[in-house]
């Protein structure tokens, strides 16, 4: 399971490179003060009518270029993506349908959870767990003060940025989310009191 977390996580930074150079061709607009492109960057069509709306022949290659390369992200994260849920299905099905029916959880911060999880019985309890994935701030306190910065960088961060990132931002819906993932994962573990 390590290597396909593994190659979860690479996914995760060409996602990231792919929203950079996205990002670079929405600016270039900008900067060449050109109407914004209101267009799906990822399709093949869309190229050639982004690159002639640049005169210079050197803007057009760099505009291009990003392009390609956006073009080809694309192509090989839909492979890649079905192979992480073929690899999920295998390793673990049941806790893979039960992230599922989860409301705002999709394909893929499914398999992140599942796959940067691990074993969640290696938690004695929902809040050492919901410490270890980074949604529980600690503080550190001594003589009545604080340490704001204390453990600023603790335990998942892929996992807690994957829920930020998702849909549901407001921290509300991501406590109650993140219940919700504990109870379905943890099933009947409670903790101290006999809460989730």
Do not use: W
Not at 60 to 84: F, M, T, V
Not at 85 to 104: C, D, F, M, W, Y
């Amino acid at each position: 399971m390590r290597a396909t977390r593994d190659l979860l996580r690479r996914r995760f930074r060409i996602v990231q490179h792919g929203a950079m150079l996205k990002t670079h061709v929405v600016n270039t607009t900008s900067q060449y003060n050109l109407p914004p492109n209101k267009v799906n960057l990822k399709n093949v069509g869309v190229r050639e009518q982004v690159q002639a709306a640049f005169a210079g022949q050197d803007v057009q290659h760099n505009i291009n270029l990003g392009l390609a390369i956006i073009e080809c992200y694309h192509r090989e994260l839909s492979k890649l993506e079905e192979h992480l849920e073929r690899q999920a299905k295998q390793h673990n099905p049941t806790s893979l349908s039960v992230l599922r029916t989860i409301p705002g959880v999709g394909r893929i911060l499914a398999l992140t959870i599942l796959y940067e999880i691990g074993d969640i019985q290696r938690f004695e309890s929902v809040q050492k767990f919901a410490s270890y994935a980074r949604l529980i701030n600690c503080k550190a306190e001594s003589a009545g003060k604080v340490d704001p910065g204390h453990r600023k960088r603790r335990g998942l961060g892929l996992f807690v940025l994957s829920v930020r990132m998702t849909p549901l931002r407001q921290h509300r819906q991501t406590a109650a989310r993140t219940s919700r993932i504990s109870s379905c994962l943890f099933g009947g573990l409670t903790g101290p009191g006999g809460r989730p």
